[in-house]
């Protein structure tokens, strides 16, 4: 497939996340920031955020979702802006378009697929937000959708608070979903010609994954019986993080075969009851095997414990820091790198799936850019001369 362009009315993570994945695959990404207004530091706010590196519009926070990209500056507050931005979407022949700003700012920006897709049928239009059209002065961020969705009373300590998840999770889920989307929507028009409008809700998108959870409510479970559970499984037992010798390591024992396995170990071989014999069973003396294998498990180092299960064809893993967990074999080789602008090599996460161009020493991506550096190159490839920026920055329509 040929690369495509995009242009994308980006800030904060999620939308930057979705639009990265298109990164990835060689397409073309522009990002379309503010001008800057009042005392307000100029562009996406991600730029300021974490440590500072090379350059003090490219703090930390902000290289990793936006390597291979390039971007502009542009004021849709002013008609003429908007004038800019149908011009680029049409001279630069861009399929799709993305925003992440909200709902009820996208006709006033000039940025509601009605009118982009005016003069560009084929284009393919995502709007993503809190919680969709419907909702349209609603803001999110990944805590809060977090905390509505029902994500922090499903983590952390039974007898604890409710935790957020260790990553964003659902900033990189619903950028999943747009990606999802754009790439459905690039089939539907290989058959029909026509473009789409796509409106994903950052809610909605985080739901999805109560797959395991919603049925519960009206399949026999208590209310508190579907709360946050620690490290333990809800179902399966024993499934839990238990102490070494020298760390922690994760079991998974699945069902009954697999109980059978790690009984068979000479060790382990004491946890054997008739009741045990079945996963049901043993959900009724969960705490009771935990603990007896606590008392097993550390006394042994990590790395030999997990050896011996999976000899065993057992699931068991040690609980890594992130540095162990890149340096992992199947991973290693899989990051992406980039290069600051003072030649420091940086290590990017992998593609969530391994892509062929990129086994051909494709694995780094140009640095993240800074704000508003590829405007004036990418005004004249629309077609716009030396004199027509210099009107533009003067009154304010670019920076």
Partial sequence: MKPLTIISLEQALSLSYATQRFAHLGWRVIRLEATPSGDRLPGDPNRYVGKATDDPDRRAYFVGPNAGKESISLNLKKPAGQAVLRRLISNLSVDIFACNTLPRRYAELGIDYELLSRDNPGLIWVGLSAMGPEFPDTPGYDPAIQALAGYMDLTGDADGPPTLCGVPFVDLKAGDEVYAAVCLALAEKAQTGRGKRIDVSMLQAAASWLVTTIPLLDLGYEQQDIRRNGNEHREFVPVNAYPTEDGFIYIAIG????????????????LNTSKRETNEGRRTERAAIHEELRAITQTFK??????????????????????????????????????????????????????SHLAEGGRRLSYAPRYGQHTHAVLEQAGYCANEITDLLNDGTIA
Wanted: overall charge neutral.
């Fill in 255 to 270: 069902n009954d075969v697999q109980w059978l396995r790690l009984l068979s170990i000479e060790t382990f071989a004491g």
């Fill in 302 to 355: 990590t790395q030999p414990l997990v050896d011996l299960l999976a000899g065993k064809g057992l699931v068991a893993a040690p609980i890594h820091t992130v540095p162990q967990a890149i340096e992992h074999a199947s991973i290693r080789d899989k990051l992406l790198e980039t290069k600051s602008s003072t030649g420091r090599s940086v290590r990017l996460a992998p593609p969530s799936v391994e892509l």
